[in-house]
């Protein structure tokens, strides 16, 4: 096998993110009375920036070693675990240790051990990927954070851990009857839900998304007052600072869940295309990655770090447009909090120190490496 070295930080990738980490700071920073949103996010952003360059340097071809990334799993599993005897709950929900100077949330960086576990499980198995016994083995991998997730309870994040799992099942090269299987399980497991797991608040939010003005002054007060910040925003937007919405108040967790909303009514659907167009080019770059990858792990890698990205944003733009249910997904790069970014750019980072080997794959070379020969 033959190697590369290459220069393996993804400038253009980074000179993509910079302009949406300035959107959501410049955002924050026009909330009357709300200062401390945009200092604190500031921190965090030098914070994260600098654990991204410094994992950059690392070699990370050691997480291919199986006991090391099973640690990293039971290790986490065990925070989850932790947050039912002494979390902190924060708007229902016990996710969070306080540490007093910050919190932070274990979830977070257990999607980023899903994609490292689940891209290694698949990357040694992909040529027998066609026997469906290891579609259930990868599900045991979600399905433990899932539950305990499910349980704090954050249905959003248990959303998007099942997201990156059904993502990456699929990239792996599942069969169409084997996809049709998971589905039907799918659909299984939401009824189960529905009728005997999930709260009366949850299925409020998902009546809601069928019927988002039968209860705006209760369930759908939120999505209400979002589509109409959105919706203000019209063209050009009303400009920086002058978001009625979120200044007044109006627009509950316009920092968080709710800054896409909050960010359209200063600049319109013309800011709202371009930052979409960075998000767009964020993924492309990340795909590209995913395409000059060195083995399978780093190609699996790439692809679920992708899927995290896009089920983030295509969740937390949804429900800001009401088309989706409020589920509590932040935005990457722009929402306020520094759990959530802090674990985007040790992904990036992974990625980018996963970059510094290319090899000129053969098919016997191929074949040799899913054998584990």
């Not at 960086?109 to 040529?127: D, E, G, T």
């Not at 013309?270 to 190609?299: K, M």
Request: aromatic share 16%; glycine share 10%.
């Amino acid at each position: 096998m033959q190697e590369k070295k290459r220069h393996n930080i993804d400038w253009l990738l980074l000179l993509f993110v910079i302009p949406i980490l300035g959107a959501g700071l410049v955002t924050m920073s026009s909330f009357t009375g709300d200062g401390n949103f945009f200092f604190r996010q500031l921190i965090w952003v030098f914070v994260s920036l600098g654990f991204f360059f410094g994992f950059s340097f690392i070699d990370f071809r050691f997480l291919k070693q199986s006991n090391i990334l099973v640690s990293i799993y039971v290790f986490f599993v065990g925070l989850l675990l932790l947050l039912f005897v002494i979390g902190t709950e924060i708007k229902g929900a016990r996710g969070w240790f306080d540490l007093g100077f910050f919190s932070f949330q274990p979830v977070e960086f257990m999607k980023l051990v899903l994609i490292l576990v689940l891209a290694k499980y698949f990357s040694r198995r992909h040529v027998e990927i066609q026997n469906i016994k290891h579609i259930f083995i990868s599900a045991f991998y979600m399905l433990v954070p899932f539950t305990l997730v499910f349980l704090q309870p954050d249905f959003g994040s248990a959303i998007i851990i099942f997201v990156i799992w059904f993502g990456m099942t699929l990239v792996s090269g599942i069969s169409r009857k084997h996809l049709c299987l998971v589905a039907m399980a799918g659909i299984i497991i939401f009824l189960v839900m529905w009728f005997g797991v999930l709260q009366n608040y949850q299925k409020a939010r998902i009546t809601n998304f069928l019927h988002p003005l039968a209860d705006i002054q209760g369930s759908g007060y939120n999505a209400y007052q979002s589509t109409i910040a959105v919706g203000s925003g019209e063209f050009l937007g009303k400009g920086v600072g002058y978001g009625t919405q979120s200044r007044l108040k109006f627009l509950p967790e316009y920092q968080t869940d709710f800054i896409f909303a909050a960010y359209s009514e200063e600049w319109g659907f013309v800011g709202s295309i371009l930052l979409l167009l960075l998000y767009g080019l964020v993924l492309w770059r990340i795909l590209r990655s995913a395409q000059y990858g060195a083995s399978n792990f780093e190609i699996l890698f790439a692809l679920g770090l992708a899927t995290m990205f896009a089920a983030h944003i295509m969740i937390n733009i949804g429900m800001n447009l009401g088309l989706l249910p409020v589920t509590g997904i932040t935005l990457p790069f722009m929402s306020h909090g520094g759990s959530h970014l802090l674990t985007s750019f040790l992904g990036l980072g992974i990625l980018m120190g996963l970059r510094k080997n290319e090899r000129a794959t053969h098919k016997d070379d191929t074949q040799k490496e899913f054998l584990g020969i």
